[in-house]
């Protein structure tokens, strides 16, 4: 194994997630609502995760975050400092030891001595060293080059959903999902161990170890049968307590500053959930949040996305506070462009859904970024319109992607929401439809690991295809509606589809020769769809390069056969992810997308060594603390630098 490819960024590129005018323009009930819901901080990435957290904060702390006064005391080079605040800084910008964009190790640029050496200025930081596990954890394991990637612990990958599991097995893991799909239980707020006697316990998330009540009823142990007969599975209260009793107290005080009822019970279902661990609460949370429109102060806050699960049916932390821009708002009939939630299909069918742009992350850029892959003659329109073209593409990919497709579903048994006896015709076979979700089936238990990249990628076609209609280009302010490829309206379309297919050249550094996996749902989803653009035919999209090694590889796009080649090609691929997706034909869906998604001798050698040559540092955003004083909140920002980034973190006190 070559460690190098693993080591962190020199250094990570830290950009500022600038909020201040947003903050500044709240009232100060506002500010007291986004306050408490901000504190909200979970790690579940590794076992060493929080030792290695711990580790940094104490050397910040040895010395007040003066870094020299630090090098002074331990001796250390300017180089080892330097390495180490590169790799504390990316560690903290990923909220752990593993990329939060591609689940790959990242590992530090310096020995086990380097590390003896700076604890020598702290006592705590001595202590950590000692006490944990990350004396060996930080590195990399030669013996065990599997722990580099997240996945499932039986191939020798690492999860935090499966602790002390080692041997758990994928069949396993789907066995225990089918059987807590019918007791209706959800997963998304668990871990599953396995136990030393091969039993089952579900660890669930809550601030309470004995909650007065439980979605599971009176009952919290069974026998289990099918593959897994004579086990059994015990529910296992407090999973995270310390975190989430803090996380609890602070939504309560949230509450107290809601704006309106609506939010007001949207918190006391959130304080319900995250104590008792109730995940029907969370949904009815969910559904309040849906119905408070238009907030000055959005928050989602929740176990809510499964891409790190190697399941795809486990959800990892997450708390999303967003000052509302009413301009940019507006620019969506009144809906914000970016994250759709909630993930419960039946809410988003029967309640609703919302969208919220996060537009400091989308804005945030270092100055003077590279771009490979893009042409010299096609570098100025890119930069000109990629930052229109991507707000575009979020918006449809948020709202008309993830927003849009009915399930065929038995809701119950004997219940369905179709006429089961003469079933819409399948548009892809031509037939009447066969198949459909099963009662206590969802779209992420059907369709398991490929649920979260297949959902992303037809999301990403809808965008694709719908970008290509200016009508809606209008709607943002780009050109006047009249399809013209040559006015600005056609340049950002330009722009979206070069972006598209540049991302699926630079997709290939997310998957990993060794397993032939894909580390990266958005990503896997891209690389397919640059597969669709070059199956559109009549060289709508080619490779463009001379030499053999593909060192001056880049990518061609014409810009004139976009409406005539490219949309055709991206519309017959979403028809056939679509129908699947809202069939439950999950036999026909994995083939088509292990198909679009496989990566040959050519992409997997050739082109990913070429994109690993020119990969360049992924963002780390530097955030802004909330600070309470006699019931006043301030904002702090901090320099968009390595030392701002870890200063950010000691003082926000987590």
């Known amino acids: ?80 400092l330097q390495h180490f605040l590169q790799y504390a800084a990316q560690f903290l910008g990923n ?49 065990k080059p599997a722990l580099m990637h997240l996945g499932f612990p039986n191939l020798g990958h690492l999860s935090a959903y499966y602790p002390e599991s080692p041997d758990i097995s994928q069949e396993e893991i789907e066995a225990v999902g089918g059987f807590l799909a019918e007791k209706g239980l959800l997963p998304e707020n668990t871990r599953l161990r396995k136990t030393s006697e ?34 059994r599975l015990k529910l296992v209260y407090g999973d995270h307590i310390e975190e989430l009793a803090k996380i609890a107290l602070h939504i309560k005080q949230a509450g107290l500053h809601s704006a309106n009822e609506t939010q007001k019970m949207m918190m006391d279902e959130y304080a319900k959930s995250f104590g008792t661990g109730s995940l029907k609460a969370f949904k009815e949370s969910q559904k309040l949040w849906v119905k408070d429109i238009g907030p000055t102060v959005e928050s989602n806050i929740g176990f809510v996305e499964s891409y790190r699960d190697p399941a795809g049916v486990r959800s990892e932390w997450e708390g999303m506070v967003a000052m509302v821009n ?29 969208n919220v742009s996060l537009g400091n992350v989308l804005g945030a850029k270092a100055p003077n970024e590279p771009i490979p892959f893009i042409r010299d003659e096609d570098l100025v329109l890119y930069q000109t319109n990629r930052d229109d073209a991507f707000e575009v593409q979020v918006g449809i990919h948020e709202l008309l992607g993830h927003g849009t497709g009915k399930l065929l579903q038995e809701t119950a048994p004997g219940q369905y929401n179709f006429d089961v006896k003469n079933p819409p015709t399948d548009p892809v076979s031509g037939r009447p439809s066969q198949t459909f979700y ?70 290939l550094e997310f998957w990993d020769p060794k397993s032939r996996k894909w580390g990266q749902a958005h990503m896997q989803a891209r690389f397919s769809i640059l597969k669709t653009f070059l199956g559109a035919g009549d060289s709508f999209t080619t490779l463009d390069y001379t030499k053999e090694n593909l060192s001056d590889l880049n990518i061609k796009v014409d810009k004139h056969k976009i ?49 690993l040559r020119r990969k360049t540092p992924r963002k780390v955003f530097v955030q802004a603390n909330t600070i309470e004083n006699d019931g006043k909140v301030t904002l702090k920002e901090y320099a968009p630098t390595m030392e701002g980034m870890i200063q950010s973190f000691a003082e926000r006190g987590v």
């Not at 080649?565 to 292990?594: C, F, M, W």
């Open 198 to 231: 091969g039993d089952y316990e579900l660890l669930i998330a809550s601030a309470l170890q004995h909650p007065p009540s439980s979605d599971a009823g009176k009952d919290n142990e069974w026998p289990l049968g099918g593959n897994l007969q004579d086990k």
């Open 326 to 354: 009413q301009e940019r708002t507006r620019a969506f009939s009144g809906i914000p462009a970016g994250i759709n939630i909630p993930n419960y299909d039946d809410v988003r069918q029967e309640v609703g859904f919302k």
């Open 1 to 80: 194994m070559d460690e190098t490819q693993y080591y962190a960024d020199a250094p990570p590129t830290t950009v500022a997630l600038a909020i201040k005018p947003h903050f500044e323009a709240l009232t100060d009930q506002q500010k007291l609502y986004a306050h408490h819901i901000s504190r909200i901080i979970l790690r579940q990435v590794s076992p060493e995760s929080e030792g290695i957290y711990d580790f940094i904060i104490a050397l910040y702390q040895a010395h007040n975050g003066d870094w020299k006064q630090l090098q002074a005391e331990t001796k250390v080079s300017d180089q080892t």
């Open 438 to 507: 099963k009662p206590g089936q969802t779209w992420n238990s059907v369709f398991g690991q490929i649920a979260s990249s297949y959902e992303e990628c037809r999301a990403e076609c809808v965008a694709m295809a719908l970008s290509c209609d200016f009508d809606i280009l209008e709607i943002f302010k780009f050109g006047n509606g009249t399809v013209d490829i040559e006015n600005k309206a056609g340049d950002v379309l330009y722009a979206s589809y070069l972006s598209m297919a540049r991302a699926g050249v630079v997709a």
């Open 95 to 143: 909220a752990g030891n593993y990329k939060g964009f591609g689940d790959s190790k990242f590992i530090p640029r310096l020995s086990l001595d380097d590390f003896v050496d700076l604890a020598s200025a702290s006592a705590r930081a001595q202590q950590i060293l000692e006490t944990t596990s990350i004396k060996t954890a930080i590195f990399a394991d030669q013996k």
């Open 563 to 611: 409406l005539s080649h490219g949309r055709p090609a991206v519309e017959k691929y979403l028809q056939k992810l679509h129908i699947y997706k809202s069939t439950a034909n999950y036999i026909e869906g994995k083939r088509l997308y292990d198909e679009m998604t496989n990566v040959d001798d050519f992409w997997g050698q050739k082109v990913r060594n070429e994109v």
